[in-house]
């Protein structure tokens, strides 16, 4: 699967721009402010029809217009896919296949495979569980849309839950078998979820382990991922029940697999804490890498990968490194941004595959 246009109008720097993309390697060069980050959005966006760096919508519209829409033609197993992501103030974004509307925009998940690699990925290892727990779903729902959905209405009954309890607490009142009905539903569609990511995590972290020893070239370092939640070795309906009182207290559901949380570690302690700057950056890049290998494996596709601003994660060398790996068979089309175009080329020169640089 490779894309092989995109157009842009008034996407956030953009008036209008289009781009012809090279099959393997395409490179967007040029000073700070100028869109490069902007562009490799915009291709994240045909993907999950939203921003990797900004999910509000309305917001990525170009300021003083109101619309944007991002065009993507793509060539997948042998056909055309076009697609179109749009957006208007004051309505809901649309998005479009060969220029059929989207029912739910979920449905769409999952069609174009891709990974990205960003210094925003800091956030994984620094900010709380919801940010790794959005990591998580998003691999698991691009090739299981029973999980996608089943994850969509646990948190649609977390709200509804939610809900209830600010109103117990406004109206100095508790029906527990009320209560009960909503635990009912979420303790069936959280042991479901609780499942598919257990089994993801023994699958994943041996991929993760691997890239983990080829980026950072230290076999002596041992990393791992640990899966926090409520319901591991205990019984989900009875952790609903026992929380009751406290949910009452604080007007809010405390346990639940809104709750889980992945726990990062480097020789056996927090890699948030103990990890320099370099292990850091490393331990990023082969989360993400385990992430387009197990897509990969998973959806029969070879993802693209988008790397924004890779020389601000990684020292040239490991660039250097990761350039080569890309240049196995295993990968497929890449994107890259970067404000040295002289570095970026330099380091594409020394692999076997057809390039672009874009000068923004």
């Not at 405390?254 to 020789?267: A, N, Q």
């Not at 240049?327 to 692999?351: C, H, M, P, Y």
Request: include cysteine; hydrophobic fraction near 40%.
């Amino acid at each position: 699967m490779h894309l092989k246009s995109l157009s842009l109008v008034n996407y956030k720097s953009f008036d209008s721009a289009d781009f012809e993309m090279d099959e393997k390697i395409n490179c967007f060069v040029g000073n700070n402010g100028v869109g490069k980050t902007n562009v490799l959005d915009a291709i994240y966006h045909l993907a999950f029809a939203k921003s990797y760096f900004n999910p509000i919508t309305i917001q990525n519209i170009k300021h003083e217009t109101d619309f944007f829409v991002i065009n993507g033609k793509f060539e997948k197993d042998d056909r055309e896919e076009n697609v179109v992501i749009s957006a208007k103030r004051g309505n809901k974004r649309i998005a479009k296949r060969n220029g059929k509307v989207y029912e739910k925009i979920s449905d769409h998940i999952g069609l174009l495979p891709l990974v990205i690699i960003s210094p925003a990925d800091r956030d994984l290892i620094i900010e709380g569980s919801e940010t790794r727990r959005k990591f998580l779903d998003g691999v698991l729902s691009l090739d299981n849309q029973k999980y996608l959905e089943r994850l969509i209405n646990y948190n649609k009954l977390l709200s509804q839950r939610n809900a209830l309890l600010k109103y117990f607490a406004a109206n100095r009142k508790f029906d527990s078998d009320a209560l009960a009905v909503y635990d009912e539903q979420m303790v069936a569609l959280g042991a479901y979820i609780h499942k598919c990511r257990v089994e993801f995590l023994e699958r994943f972290t041996p991929i993760f382990k691997d890239f983990y020893a080829k980026i950072s070239r230290k076999a002596d370092e041992k990393v791992d991922i640990y899966y926090k939640s409520d319901f591991l070795d205990a019984d989900p309906a009875t952790v609903f029940k026992d929380a009751q009182q406290k949910d009452l207290q604080i007007q809010y559901s405390t346990v639940g697999i809104h709750k889980d949380d992945l726990l990062f570690s480097l020789d056996g302690y927090p890699v948030k804490k103990y990890g320099s700057q370099g292990q850091q950056k490393s331990f990023l890049t082969a989360l993400k890498l385990a992430q387009f290998e197990f897509i990969k494996s998973e959806s029969g596709t070879v993802p693209i990968l988008l790397l924004d601003d890779i020389f601000d994660k990684l020292d040239e060398s490991r660039v250097s490194q990761l350039i080569e790996m890309v240049n196995d068979e295993q990968f497929g089309q890449l994107f890259i941004s970067d404000t040295n175009s002289e570095r970026t080329e330099a380091v594409i020169k020394n692999v076997n595959q057809s390039y672009k640089m874009f000068e923004l």
